[in-house]
């Protein structure tokens, strides 16, 4: 799969933290640091040493949102036919297990309260693709072969 496949609202949350961190953000950072360096001997100081780590963790969360933002492919959500396709809720039952788990296929930056989501280049991500509920399918695991059974799509 090319390119990271989000809806129209995460693509613009997205673009609107890369736009908070590049510009607040970074300032902010800027002023951390300039009031840490005015405290004296930078290597002892772990106000200055903390607020390098920020910056550091700040700047790789913007190279990854550009990333992003750059291969993203927009998806539309229509009416679903009953189709696994991404951007979709399934729900799936493992064989031998009653319990019975929802999981949004798609890009981690989509994810939801009480959904966990599945990458549809991950091995069950791509089994699920093109399926409809009632069908069982098989996905080979880290750990083996693994059966679910599609509860739902929506």
């Not at 002023?31 to 607020?51: F, K, M, T, V, W």
């Not at 019975?100 to 280049?121: A, D, F, K, N, Q």
């Not at 791509?126 to 399918?137: P, S, V």
């Amino acid at each position: 799969m090319s390119g990271t496949h989000l809806s129209a609202e995460a693509h613009a949350r997205l673009a609107a933290e890369l736009e908070d961190l590049t510009t607040r953000g970074r300032i902010d950072i800027a002023r951390q640091i300039e009031a840490a360096r005015a405290l004296g001997d930078l290597s002892e100081n772990g106000d200055y040493h903390a607020a390098k780590d920020s910056q550091g963790k700040m700047e790789a969360r913007i190279r990854q949102i550009q990333a992003m933002l750059d291969s993203a492919v927009i998806v539309e959500h229509e009416a679903s036919d009953g189709t696994v396709e991404t951007g979709a809720v399934v729900a799936i039952r493992y064989e031998g297990d009653d319990e019975v788990e929802p999981y949004l296929v798609g890009s981690i930056e989509e994810r939801r309260e009480g959904v966990s989501v599945i990458s549809p280049g991950s091995p069950l991500g791509q089994a699920l693709l093109g399926r409809r509920a009632g069908e069982t399918i098989e996905y080979e695991a880290p750990n083996g072969k693994l059966r679910v059974e599609i509860v739902s799509v929506d």
